[in-house]
């Protein structure tokens, strides 16, 4: 009951979030003007930004099935694809994307990986997919100042308030993952917390159970420790899968015919929102993501900026929440099959 009322006020969350974004982005403006622009698009340059959206989730997971691998996990890419859609959806649906690992660590375990394990994989994979981020926002900051005062202005403090939040938690979970016993104080002060308040009851089972995964989290974290070259990998496919998502506002911009603007340029500023959004507490950064789309691309897009910012949104967000809702409807599918595949062996053997 209380996992369907979290559902349902997700849910509630992000149709209020959704509707104040279209009526804050639209109001006012000339939607005919706009529907036009967008069907005298030239739409084969928004087929590549689809296929960089797809490129996106699938980076993720070539991460997961490299270190499954490294840990002696077994897996088939397309499974890992699955936990790659899953992960993304509830991401997407989710304030500050908190529930994307979780619903990630539930099929994984349908997989019969250690939920220890699975923490930790997770847990890197974000912590790469954060550092992009901090290494690309801390570059503008240090090298681009030409680019931030033409460009950024007004949205500055957000963008350093975004890279100060991304460094805290690249930094927070990096001690969590090579400092296992920071973890354990924290998991096992938190647990006593919850007791104490009554929302637990104190059971010794739980303690041990405790006690027995932080045992596997402490050998991963020792194990990881000594593999540098699988997290520089993982890194650097982080970083291709991050440009890629970023390279969806160029495929735009070609789309328009638009001309002067360097593709870096609109790689970086789109990377900019995704710095100054990420941490914060809505859904794919919904709302302020337009906003500040708004506000620093009017040099680039000029009069399509409206239309351009929809197409950019429409494939950068909202394809990807649709894509990877998809594959989770299959993730779905495909478990409870072979649950039901199994039930059917074990009662024939029965």
């Known amino acids: 009951m209380g996992s369907k009322k979290k559902i349902i006020g997700n849910a509630f969350f992000l149709a209020v979030i959704f509707a104040l974004t279209i009526y804050g982005v639209f109001h006012g403006e000339d939607l005919g003007a706009m529907r036009e622009a967008i069907r005298e698009a030239d739409k084969k340059w928004l087929i590549p930004g689809v296929a960089l959206v797809l490129f996106f989730i699938w980076g993720e997971s070539v991460i997961l099935w490299y270190m499954m691998r490294s840990f002696g996990i077994r897996l088939k890419r397309r499974v890992c694809f699955l936990f790659s859609s899953v992960g993304f959806f509830f991401s997407c649906v989710t304030p500050s994307a908190t529930g ?14 250690p939920i220890p394990v699975a923490t ?27 680019f931030m005062d033409r460009y950024l202005g007004e949205i500055l403090p957000l963008f350093y308030l975004g890279l100060a939040l ?13 400092h296992p016993v920071l973890a354990e104080f924290i998991l096992t002060k938190g647990m006593a917390w919850l007791e104490r308040r009554r929302f637990l009851r104190h059971k010794e089972e739980r303690c041990r159970k405790l006690g027995a995964s932080m045992q596997v989290y402490r050998e991963t974290a020792a194990y990881l420790k000594t593999h540098g070259k699988m997290l520089v990998m993982a890194a650097l496919i982080s970083f291709v899968q991050r440009m890629a998502l970023f390279l969806v506002t160029w495929t735009v911009y070609l789309a328009f015919g638009l001309s002067g603007t360097g593709i870096w340029d609109v790689v970086f500023l789109q990377a900019v929102i995704s710095v100054s959004v990420d941490m914060l507490p809505l859904p794919g950064g919904m709302g302020i993501s337009e906003a500040l789309f708004l506000r620093i691309f009017p040099q680039v897009f000029g009069a399509a900026l409206l239309p351009a910012m929809v197409l950019s949104r429409g494939l950068g967000y909202y394809s990807q929440l649709l894509i990877s809702a998809l594959f989770t409807i299959v993730a779905q599918v495909y478990y409870l099959c072979r649950k039901r595949s199994c039930e059917k062996k074990q009662g024939a053997l029965g």
């Open 166 to 178: 991304n460094v805290f938690c690249v930094g927070f979970m990096t001690a969590l993952v090579f």
């Open 100 to 113: 994307g690992q979780p619903m990630q660590i539930y099929f994984m375990k349908k997989e019969k990986i």
């Open 120 to 146: 930790v994989i997770l847990m890197i994979v974000t912590i790469t997919y954060k550092l992009v981020l901090v290494v690309i926002g801390a570059g503008v900051w240090l090298f681009g100042q030409g």
